[in-house]
């Protein structure tokens, strides 16, 4: 079992940063592969960006590539999302999820078993 934990969200202008936290409970958060998700208002949740476990493989969607950025740090139990150049339609709730299995990569939201409570970002123009 693993809780989640995210922070990190805010208001931010168009074309600026911010830093998403997720932060695990539980001694083996390394056999856990973790993704990002982001759902806006009136919308399906969508993949936004994964992490394996132990090899620290990542994946991510097309509209986030080459813009943002996971990783993720075992010792503290934590995966972070560096998000830039922040356009109006990356506003969403963004949620952190994880999956035991170290070496998954999937951007089904229906594969991962863990969630937490969503940390909201809202990019203006």
């Known amino acids: 079992q693993v809780q989640l934990v995210e922070s990190g969200g805010g208001l931010v202008q168009a074309g600026g940063s911010l830093r998403l936290s997720c932060a695990a409970s539980?001694?083996?958060?390394?056999?856990?592969?973790v993704g990002w998700f982001r759902q806006a208002s009136g919308k399906e949740r969508d993949f936004v960006a994964t992490i394996t476990g132990t090899t620290g493989y990542t994946y991510y969607a097309d509209s986030v590539k080459g813009r943002f950025t996971i990783s993720r740090d075992n010792a503290k139990n934590t995966v972070d999302l560096q998000m830039n150049s922040l356009k109006p339609e990356d506003t969403a709730v963004y949620y952190c999820a994880a999956v035991r299995n170290p070496l998954f990569r999937s951007s089904d939201p229906t594969d991962y078993g863990y969630w937490g409570q969503g940390t909201q970002v809202t990019v203006s123009f």
């Open positions: 539980g001694r083996t958060f390394s056999a856990y592969a």
